[in-house]
């Protein structure tokens, strides 16, 4: 199915010149996957909990694969650990739900499978090469509270190799997020910019790392937009350590800014339809999961479970955690 959406082609105005825009001119992925066909890396940023946005990045997927196959997809979403269960899902060797649990997908990321569900299927179906860019859970969490100077050695060991300099306008953009979602304070925005430059740099060099040992290689990374917004995010920072031309998509979900990409897609929201909530609060311990509680005449609830119940299989699967009840469910 041809999916059809607004293309914007950003660029900068000349000094005193005004640009303009046509929203009312649509086209279809493959006239943008013909304007990326030169691009050794392309870029698609996400709201992760937009639905369009993930429907736009399969439709630009298939429309690349259409055009010039061979090319990996690289994820935000998947940690290095996780590896070894993204080439086990591509191969065949295991179904979905062996693939969720082994690659800790309810533990690293928290967002609605089935918006990503399509994606991966598709490299699946196509044998497109999955590549985990995310660095290790917890990491940007530990800095934000520490900084890196307080990190622990073992925390030290999971840092990329190579910091590059964040720079005015990365600061300024980090400190207009920082001050409407993070809080306030010199030390904790420092705090702040050293976690977000450690994620990008640390994406970028699983990125680079991937590309560097295939000459010939092509990548499409997938990420939140924040992490590419005016380059200077995870594009600037591949290109610095392989040099690979590149090209920035985003999915807009706010202000447009000439400076922001190279290419931006205008979509309507395109909702899923309501998850099913099984009401209860779950607690992991000694192997198992167990009932911390249940909302008051919730599904859990209303089929008779208990405060304190101790879930042992789902349907024949084994339970040990609340990330295998998400998985079976």
Known sequence: MTRWFALVMLCLPMAGQVGVVELKKVAAMDALAAELNSKRVVFVGETHDRNDHHQN???????????????AIGMEYFQASAQLALDAYIAGRIDEQQFLHDSEYYVS???????????????????????????????TSEISKKGIQGLSAEWRRAMPRELGPTGEAYRARLKKSYEQHEGSGPEGFEHFVEAQLVWDEGMAESAAAYLKQRAQSRMVVLAGSGHMMNRDGIPERLARRTGALYAVVLN?????????ADYLLLSEEARLAPAGILGARLQDGDGKCSISGLTKGGAGETAGLKKDDVFVEIQGQGIRSAADVKVAL
């Not at 990045?57 to 090319?71: D, E, M, S």
């Not at 598709?122 to 590549?131: D, S, T, W």
């Not at 807009?252 to 922001?260: A, F, R």
């Open 109 to 139: 990321w928290t967002f609605d499978y089935r918006m990503y569900a399509p994606i991966l299927r598709f490299a699946r179906e196509q044998h497109i090469p999955l590549v985990a860019l995310n660095v290790k859970t917890g990491l």
């Open 252 to 260: 807009n979900d706010g202000d447009v800014m000439p400076s922001m």
């Open 57 to 71: 990045q399969l439709a630009l997927i298939q429309a690349l694969q259409r055009r010039r196959p061979g090319f």
